[in-house]
Structures are given as C-alpha cells and as structure tokens.
C-alpha cells in the first residue's frame, strides 16, 4: 500500500499522522510545492504526481489560503482540479488543515477568510467521536470552508466546521500531524509573530505542546486508524 503525502512548504512535517500510516505498513512518498528558497515568492508553477499510483493521499496544510488565486494561483488552482479528480475517482484522501480546504473548494463548496482566526489547541464538538474525536486538537488558520454539496459535516465548534467526509474522504480543519518539533519549525518561519499579534505568548504555546503531545499522538492515532477503517476502507495492522 502506497501513501502520498503533499507538502505545500518546507516546514509541514509528517508529524505523527505519518508515523501512523507507517505503523500500518504503508510505503510514503512526499512531494513539495513551495521549497524553502521560494518561500518567498510561493507563485511557482508545480506538475503533481499521477494519484492512481497511490492508495491514499494525505494533503498538509499551508502558510497561505486556499481561497488566495493571486498569490498562489499557479499551483493552487492546479491542485484543487487535481484534487476533484482523485476525490472524484474514489481514491481517499485525508485532508488536513489547507487540505481539508483544498477538498471542499474542489467539490463546489467555498473557501473564505474567518471572522476569527484559530490558534492554540482546541476543543471541537463531534458528532462521530470515534472517528473524530473532541480533542483537544492544534489550530493554525485564518480561513474557514463551506461544506460542499453531497458532504457530510461531522465536527464543528463555533468558529468554524472543523471536520467533513465526502466519498471516501475526509477533510479536518485542524492539525493532527502537529507536535512539538512541527510547531518549532513554524515558529521559526513566522509563527512566533503570528502568536504574539493573536495575545498569546509562543513560549508558553511550544511548551504546552510539548506537554500535549503525548496524549495528542494517542488522539492522532485513532483517527488515522478510523480513517482507514471507517471512511476510505483501507487496510490497517491490528
């Protein structure tokens, strides 16, 4: 069984959710959109892989917004065409963060900018615990979706809807894959300014993940887990 992993920047790590697929026995593949010398200047041109050589593909998030044509147009329209075929074709994904955005924009429904933002680590309300559980989960984002036609909304809270499945995918809006390490790096690379403007202080955030992640690997697991059984009906390692 292949996986493949879609890296939008250089600082979105696999995290534990890769751990997870690995624990399953799934062979991974990663590509990279934006590499760390573009960081700057994301605007490139990207040519993603054929999805029918993988068994599930595993889309991360992103420092930039799904709904953002001017700044990242070249690959991110692109992408959410590439992304309704393989939900389309029936080959599952799981979504995360501006993956879980990339398949509602790309089965009709809409991405936009939050009248809040969401950052730290978050309760959310879920109507299919076992699948996705109630946290608390990592948030990074400014930006929220519309529910596509023919999806169905399973997690929210009061900022935003927070987890959908559509086919036999899934998308979160929240970041399973995040740990201490994956926190670091995104507040090396801007982060830390983006905490502070929201009144919290990156220290305590990085420590309190720190003191989080073990529980949150657990959390990470059985959704991975569920995923696989529940939605795209993938093999799994008992």
Known sequence: ???????????????????????????????????????????????????????????????????????????????????????????PVLGICFGGQLIARAMG??????????????????????????????????????????AVEIARNPVASQAFTIRRSLAVQFHPELDAAGLKGWLDWGGDAKVAADGQDPAVMLAQTVAEQGAARQRTNALVDAFLSEVAGLPTRA
Request: net charge negative.
């Open 109 to 150: 429904g809409s991405v936009a900018p939050a009248p809040k933002g969401e950052i730290g680590w978050t309760a959310i309300w879920s109507d299919r615990p076992a699948l996705v559980g109630p946290g608390p989960w990592f948030q990074f984002h400014y930006d929220r979706w519309e529910v596509p036609p023919g």
């Open 1 to 91: 069984m292949r996986a493949l992993f879609i890296q939008h920047d250089h600082v979105s790590p696999l995290g534990p959710v890769g751990d997870r697929f690995a624990d399953h026995g799934y062979d991974i593949d990663t590509v990279l959109v934006v590499p760390e010398e573009q960081f700057g200047s994301p605007n490139l041109a990207f040519e993603f892989p054929d999805a029918g050589a993988y068994d599930v593909i595993v889309p991360l998030g992103s420092p930039w917004g799904a709904w953002d044509d001017a700044c990242i147009g070249n690959w991110l329209l692109p992408e959410i065409e590439w992304m309704r075929e393989v939900v389309t074709d029936d080959i």
